[in-house]
């Protein structure tokens, strides 16, 4: 399956829910159009479980699910790929450990040389974030919009854009060059339907 050029990227809230609400979420949020998820907890319980559930409701979607962080959870269950952070292993290990079929996407935070470089290597999409206050990464380094108008020149692979997106400020990211908005609160904070129906308002106009 290929990384979407356009659209929406579901990334899962999974902090004091159950695998159940998790998936109930993740299905409403396929339902109404998501373009790729990914599978991202920080303190699992049971992640081959879950890791394993959403790639079905994926499936059924045609929807690529992608692990954050493992490459061996995603190997072991069989997704469709791995979101890599800086300490997660290079691309040139990770596509042997998964195969060429594999989607590898990379966070670049706000540093254009290494989308450049992680193109180079072979990554299916870069990540720049987070542009907004974000409660899912209260921590993470601001990036700067100018950051995506200077990649939209020398970037050929989709750019996603991360952190703090709402449907109030997510369009003035893609007028920039963002190619894909990837949200987790802003969807999974609400009712996951009328969310994510919001946010594809924007790749409308």
């Given at each position: 399956m290929e990384f979407p050029t356009s659209g929406l990227y579901a990334i899962t809230q999974t902090e004091n829910k159950s695998c159940d609400t998790v998936l109930q979420e993740v299905s409403l949020a396929l339902k109404s159009g998501v373009s790729v998820v990914q599978y991202r907890d920080k303190n699992p319980t049971d992640s081959v479980y879950l890791a394993k559930e959403l790639l079905l409701r994926c499936k059924q979607y045609k929807v690529?699910?992608?692990?954050?962080?493992?490459?061996?959870?995603?190997?072991?269950?069989?997704?469709?790929?791995?979101?890599?952070?800086?300490?997660?292993?290079?691309?040139?290990?990770i596509r042997k450990q998964l195969g060429y079929k594999a989607i590898i996407g990379i966070s670049c935070y706000?540093?254009?040389p290494n989308a450049i470089k992680a193109q180079d290597d072979g990554a299916d999409y870069v990540a720049f974030g987070r542009f907004f206050p974000s409660s899912s990464k209260p921590l993470a380094s601001p990036a700067?919009?100018?950051?995506?108008?200077?990649?939209?020149?020398?970037?050929?692979?989709?750019?996603?854009?991360?952190?703090?997106?709402?449907?109030?400020?997510?369009?003035s990211l893609l007028k920039a060059g963002a190619d894909i908005l990837a949200v987790i609160d802003g969807i999974f904070s609400h009712n996951p339907e009328q969310s994510t129906k919001a946010y594809l308002n924007l790749f409308s106009k």
């Amino acid at each position: 399956m290929e990384f979407p050029t356009s659209g929406l990227y579901a990334i899962t809230q999974t902090e004091n829910k159950s695998c159940d609400t998790v998936l109930q979420e993740v299905s409403l949020a396929l339902k109404s159009g998501v373009s790729v998820v990914q599978y991202r907890d920080k303190n699992p319980t049971d992640s081959v479980y879950l890791a394993k559930e959403l790639l079905l409701r994926c499936k059924q979607y045609k929807v690529p699910l992608l692990i954050n962080d493992s490459a061996d959870l995603a190997e072991q269950i069989g997704a469709d790929g791995v979101h890599l952070g800086k300490d997660d292993g290079n691309i040139v290990g990770i596509r042997k450990q998964l195969g060429y079929k594999a989607i590898i996407g990379i966070s670049c935070y706000n540093n254009l040389p290494n989308a450049i470089k992680a193109q180079d290597d072979g990554a299916d999409y870069v990540a720049f974030g987070r542009f907004f206050p974000s409660s899912s990464k209260p921590l993470a380094s601001p990036a700067q919009i100018e950051t995506l108008r200077e990649a939209k020149n020398k970037i050929q692979i989709p750019i996603v854009a991360i952190g703090g997106i709402l449907p109030s400020n997510g369009g003035s990211l893609l007028k920039a060059g963002a190619d894909i908005l990837a949200v987790i609160d802003g969807i999974f904070s609400h009712n996951p339907e009328q969310s994510t129906k919001a946010y594809l308002n924007l790749f409308s106009k």
